[in-house]
């Protein structure tokens, strides 16, 4: 005695039934009273068994089912599950007969596949089908089938075999069409014939097109949109999804089947475009077999008779220039020296048997013509890794390499980047890697780079956050994220460099010609104490001319610095550094708003080099040591304040002045006795002959001269 109270609970139903001490996912069956009536089990449902996430009422099972038989065994539950991942280039493995013909090819085994016939047509109804688009959908064939039953119950058997496959059961023509699917590999369709307005067109879309999709979503079609449409306009989006005005129902008495073959190209990113994913475009956009698009629909046809009932009538199909598959060879020779196995004419022969492939061999050289599912068969190295593939990778030889090995030149002038990254760890400085996807939000704030500019940064089209949406152009906004986090942290000394690509528009006077830059840069951040806490020194905070000494050490002290201004440092704290003329980077202060926006409570001073300059090195020249001593010199100028040091002793050194080997600044003043824009500036000048001991008068002339040059070009004034 059971209670039950589901919507579907009749007499004379079969239906699983547990027991008083079943154990069900969750559920153990006890004795209970259900209104006031004893009820010794459970009459159970498809969600109550495991079987499915909801359920309407009870599992119904076919009337001749086995009373007292356990629902595991009947409904063959102890079944084996075996998930395969497949590669893109394996479009063939995407069915039952491609994994079973991998599998012959494989073991060796026999292939049994199920012989299909052409079904005879009963009936001379046809639909004309006119491809407009004959490069894009090289192959339809359609067939009407007319008095069908679409109310009629899916086969437990189809059922079971579309659920355990990830398939949920429609309807029984929509199953069937489902079912070849999985089976065959080809994708069809299933439309209503008495929806359909005249026969069948394959055209791109109209202009303001739109289509109600299965999935009650309706979109407006673009240009490049292959469609399948009758007198009335579109009713499928070839190879993706058919429309819902035509889609059979359980009303349908006529139905017109569909198998095509539209190219890869044509299909490939529309469904993604509209957020689809379906079985159908999946496999079109690897690739389908053309030669079987006609076998497909035979085999639909003989299973809707067989569940459906109806009339078939003959087949229209329309063919254009189907793919050629082009000849491809493989050397044995090539074979052998790729894989490092002596390989035999005939074992070659052989692999290739096992896999069906037609071919022909004419001194070691093997002529093979791929197969119409074998779209990944293109070139030599494809047939080199099927026979490896087939021969097991785990039977690949570990052998090592032979070669001669000889110590290759290295370059003075080429330093390797592990030079300057080293140098950058001995000043303290610790290594960071960051996304070469950012925000552009620091593009905007730290390069004023804007997305609508055209130019800069470069947008990436399928983002996988929406805060890594374009590629860098600085690595500050990396370091500065990565800064951040090292303060949550309680780090309040932070030294940090990156040495990475950054990524660059360079948009011609021809729009559509755009070209992409990717330059190496090395940067730095630095931020709280200048050195580590300690008792031998007074701590201060980290400034512009400590960063400007790791410089120094990256350039071996050649660089020099030219006052400038930038959108992310501070407008007096700032600098272009320069390398033998040519400008290859910045220096400077974080700027004030930038430091408030990222709640930095001290001040971070940045600098960004480009790689390629710093790698370059002048040999260095021996000379023989001076037996003479230097003469020591020191000269104090007046000069207006916008005048920089380093322009006087960049002048100095080119003018070569007799006797002159270094120009150094030692002191800066400003104060009382120095009027107002003006500064005072303190020279060390060392003087020597490296031939014999430098007479005063010899001195004086090179600083006479010295001064002279600056009073000229510079308008000084000896203090």
């Known amino acids: 005695q059971i209670v039950c109270g589901a919507a579907n609970a009749r007499v004379?139903?079969?239906?699983?039934?547990?027991?008083?001490?079943?154990?069900?996912?969750?559920i153990a069956i006890k004795q209970a009273k259900v209104r006031g009536v004893e009820s010794f089990g459970m009459l159970c449902s498809e969600k109550e068994l495991g079987l499915a996430a909801d359920s309407t009422g009870l599992l119904e099972l076919p009337v001749d089912a086995p009373v007292g038989t356990d629902i595991r065994e009947y409904l063959d539950l102890n079944d084996n599950s075996i998930t395969i991942k497949l590669t893109p280039n394996r479009a063939d493995c995407l069915s039952i007969i491609g994994i079973a013909r991998d599998v012959a090819a494989i073991t060796g085994a026999p292939l049994n596949s199920s012989e299909i016939k052409a079904v005879a047509g009963a009936g001379s109804a046809q639909k004309t089908v006119s491809l407009t688009e004959p490069k894009h959908c090289l192959r339809y064939a359609g067939r009407l089938i007319t008095a069908v039953n679409a109310n009629v119950a899916t086969p437990a058997w189809m059922t079971r075999r579309l659920s355990r496959s990830g398939i949920r059961s429609i309807s029984a023509i929509v199953d069937i069409t489902n079912y070849v699917l999985l089976e065959l590999g080809q994708p069809m369709h299933a439309f209503d014939a008495q929806k359909l307005s005249g026969d069948i067109q394959?055209?791109?879309?109209?202009?303001?097109?739109?289509?109600?999709?299965?999935?009650?979503?309706?979109?407006?079609?673009?240009?490049?949109?292959?469609?399948?449409?009758?007198?009335?306009?579109?009713?499928?989006?070839?190879?993706?999804?058919?429309?819902?005005?035509?889609?059979?129902?359980?009303?349908?008495?006529?139905?017109?089947l569909e198998s095509a073959f539209f190219t890869p190209a044509i299909i490939a990113g529309k469904a993604?475009?509209?957020?689809?994913s379906t079985d159908s475009s999946y496999r079109f956009e690897r690739g389908v077999d053309f030669g079987n698009t006609?076998?497909?629909?035979?085999?639909?046809?003989?299973?809707?008779?067989?569940?459906?009932?109806?009339?078939?009538?003959?087949?229209?199909?329309?063919?254009?220039?189907?793919?050629?598959r082009q000849p491809v060879n493989m050397r044995l020779s090539r074979c052998i020296s790729v894989l490092?196995?002596?390989?035999?004419?005939?074992?070659?022969?052989?692999?290739?048997?096992?896999?069906?492939?037609?071919?022909?061999?004419?001194?070691?050289?093997?002529?093979?013509?791929?197969?119409?599912?074998?779209?990944?068969?293109?070139?030599?190295?494809?047939?080199?890794?099927?026979?490896?593939?087939?021969?097991?990778?785990?039977?690949?030889?570990?052998?090592?390499?032979?070669?001669?090995?000889?110590?290759?030149?290295?370059?003075?002038?080429?330093?390797?980047?592990?030079?300057?990254?080293?140098?950058?760890?001995?000043?303290?400085?610790?290594?960071?890697?960051?996304?070469?996807?950012?925000?552009?939000?620091?593009?905007?704030?730290?390069?004023?780079?804007?997305?609508?500019?055209?130019?800069?940064?470069?947008?990436?089209?399928?983002?996988?956050?929406?805060?890594?949406?374009?590629?860098?152009?600085?690595?500050?906004?990396?370091?500065?994220?990565?800064?951040?986090?090292?303060?949550?942290?309680?780090?309040?000394?932070?030294?940090l460099f990156e040495l990475g690509t950054c990524y660059h528009r360079t948009v011609s006077s021809n729009s559509h010609?755009?070209?992409?830059?990717?330059?190496?840069?090395?940067s730095g951040i630095a931020y709280g104490a200048n050195q580590p806490e300690q008792w031998s020194e007074v701590s201060r905070?980290?400034?512009?001319?400590?960063?400007?000494?790791?410089?120094?050490?990256?350039?071996?002290?050649?660089?020099?610095?030219?006052?400038?201004?930038?959108?992310?440092?501070?407008?007096?704290?700032?600098?272009?550094?320069?390398?033998?003329?040519?400008a290859i980077g910045f220096i400077g202060t974080l700027?004030?708003?930038?430091?408030?926006?990222?709640?930095?409570?001290?001040?971070?001073?940045?600098?960004?080099?480009?790689?390629?300059?710093?790698?370059?090195?002048?040999?260095?020249?021996?000379?023989?040591?001076?037996?003479?001593?230097?003469?020591?010199?020191?000269?104090?100028?007046v000069l207006d304040e916008k005048i920089s040091a380093g322009d006087l002793i960049e002048d100095a050194k080119k003018a070569q002045l007799p006797f002159i080997v270094s120009v150094e600044l030692f002191d800066v003043y400003r104060g009382q006795g120095i009027a107002d824009a003006k500064k005072s500036l303190a020279f060390l000048i060392l003087m020597q002959d490296t031939s014999k001991t430098l007479l005063d008068t010899e001195a004086d002339n090179s600083m006479a001269l010295l001064l002279q040059l600056w009073q000229q070009k510079y308008q000084v004034q000896l203090r």
């Open 513 to 522: 010609d755009n070209r992409f830059n990717e330059i190496q840069k090395i």
């Open 541 to 582: 905070e980290v400034d512009f001319y400590d960063v400007k000494a790791s410089i120094d050490a990256l350039t071996n002290h050649q660089a020099n610095y030219v006052k400038t201004e930038h959108i992310a440092l501070h407008p007096g704290q700032s600098a272009m550094v320069m390398l033998h003329g040519q």
């Open 591 to 637: 700027h004030p708003k930038l430091k408030q926006q990222y709640g930095l409570s001290k001040n971070a001073v940045l600098f960004e080099l480009e790689l390629a300059p710093l790698l370059k090195r002048t040999v260095t020249k021996s000379q023989e040591l001076p037996k003479t001593l230097p003469v020591r010199r020191d000269i104090a100028v």
């Open 294 to 324: 006609r076998n497909a629909l035979e085999r639909a046809t003989q299973l809707v008779l067989d569940i459906c009932g109806g009339v078939a009538n003959e087949v229209t199909e329309v063919i254009a220039e189907l793919p050629k």
């Open 340 to 495: 490092g196995i002596h390989f035999t004419a005939s074992e070659i022969a052989q692999i290739f048997t096992q896999l069906g492939f037609e071919f022909a061999e004419n001194d070691g050289i093997f002529s093979v013509n791929p197969p119409s599912y074998r779209f990944d068969i293109v070139r030599e190295e494809d047939l080199i890794e099927e026979v490896v593939r087939l021969h097991g990778f785990d039977k690949l030889p570990a052998t090592p390499p032979t070669a001669a090995l000889t110590m290759l030149t290295a370059s003075e002038q080429v330093l390797k980047a592990n030079t300057l990254q080293l140098a950058l760890t001995t000043q303290g400085y610790q290594e960071a890697i960051t996304y070469s996807f950012v925000d552009s939000a620091w593009e905007r704030n730290l390069m004023g780079n804007a997305l609508e500019s055209h130019t800069n940064p470069i947008m990436v089209k399928n983002p996988i956050a929406s805060n890594m949406s374009v590629m860098r152009t600085t690595l500050w906004g990396g370091l500065l994220d990565a800064l951040q986090y090292n303060l949550n942290r309680n780090q309040t000394r932070v030294r």
């Open 272 to 276: 993604r475009r509209l957020s689809l």
């Open 12 to 26: 004379g139903i079969k239906v699983p039934c547990a027991l008083v001490g079943a154990a069900l996912p969750g």
């Open 202 to 256: 394959v055209r791109f879309a109209n202009a303001g097109e739109k289509l109600a999709l299965l999935n009650d979503q309706t979109i407006a079609l673009k240009a490049d949109d292959l469609v399948i449409a009758d007198d009335n306009g579109a009713v499928a989006l070839a190879g993706i999804m058919g429309g819902e005005p035509t889609s059979v129902t359980e009303k349908t008495i006529d139905i017109f």
